[in-house]
């Protein structure tokens, strides 16, 4: 068994829960934290008996785990204030945490890529998070098992308290940041998308608490661990969805897990790679930012 404690934080996804609590079980995972946000007003029966079924799904695994914590917010707040909220509570008690989604399901083999690089980088805090996604093509191979990228992923990943601390300071005061950190190391268009979505947050038409998180690491200037191939699988497509409503194959195709490239005895780190980090940023990012361009230009063709 393992004893490295994950955070799992579900709403109303039962079938997506009981696969993701099955995978932590068959990986012996012992330390578990799970959360979910309260249930708001005039919320659709349906909906409330589908948060029911997960709440039942954690009651009956509970005893598959040697130790479990549970937080149930007592109303609702919303994925974006959950979810650090969530974070805040797992860290009173741990100094290191894989963070999953109900809907992202990790590779075993990540939880031990965590065990050895969350020792090697503990006090390196030039080092802000432990990815276990990867979009970079499926065919393309790395010679080293991860390189350092400047943006994290929220789709399995792992951090530590030191480096969470500070985060809830610089949500409450982003508009006083001016500092561009390693974002300011992207290309023009990145750094255009970026400014673009910092406004978003500045005038509150979006309040993304993963963007927050990055423009937080940038401008501490801190990079993220990122696996030379994936180790997590997004299965919460679909209109229950809080963000990822479309399925979008550009990112689907980048999900698939090769754990038989690992070798957990050899895990050597590639340098920052901006070239990567446009591959990254073009498959990830860039898709919705198109479109935004395709209007703008529209406007004044």
Not at 115 to 143: H, M, T, W
Not at 180 to 186: E, P, R, V, W
Not at 244 to 263: G, N
């Amino acid at each position: 068994m393992t004893n490295i404690p994950i955070l799992i934080i579900y709403f109303n996804r039962p079938d997506a829960l009981e696969i993701n609590i099955a995978a932590l079980v068959e990986a012996g995972v012992s330390n578990l934290y799970i959360a979910r946000d309260g249930i708001g007003p005039n919320v659709p029966h349906s909906v409330i008996d589908e948060v029911l079924k997960c709440d039942a799904t954690v009651d009956k695994n509970s005893y598959r785990f040697k130790s479990i914590n549970r937080l149930i917010n007592n109303f609702n707040i919303g994925c974006d204030q959950f979810v650090p909220k969530a974070l805040d509570w797992a860290f009173e008690s741990e100094d290191f945490l894989i963070i999953l989604e109900d809907d992202c399901i990790i590779d075993i083999n990540f939880i031990e890529f965590c065990k050895s690089l969350s020792r090697r980088y503990q006090e390196d805090f030039s080092v802000g998070s432990i990815s276990a996604s990867c979009f970079l093509p499926s065919d393309f191979r790395l010679n080293n098992s991860f390189y350092m990228s400047k943006y994290p992923s929220s789709w399995g990943w792992a951090t530590w308290k030191s480096r969470w601390v500070g985060f809830a300071e610089y949500r409450e005061n982003i508009f006083k940041s001016t500092n561009q950190g390693t974002l300011g190391q992207s290309s023009y268009l990145e750094r255009l998308f970026w400014w673009r979505f910092k406004n978003k947050l500045l005038n509150g038409s979006a309040e993304n608490w993963d963007a927050i998180w990055l423009f937080f690491n940038s401008e501490n200037n801190r990079y993220h661990i990122t696996p030379a191939f994936n180790m997590c699988t997004n299965i919460g497509w679909g209109s229950d969805a809080v963000h990822t409503k479309i399925k979008d194959e550009r990112m689907e195709q980048s999900i698939v897990s090769y754990d038989s490239f690992l070798d957990l005895n050899d895990l050597t780190e590639v340098s920052i790679s901006n070239n990567w980090d446009k591959h990254t940023f073009s498959s990830f990012y860039w898709p919705g930012f198109q479109y935004f361009c395709g209007r703008i230009w529209k406007v004044f063709a």
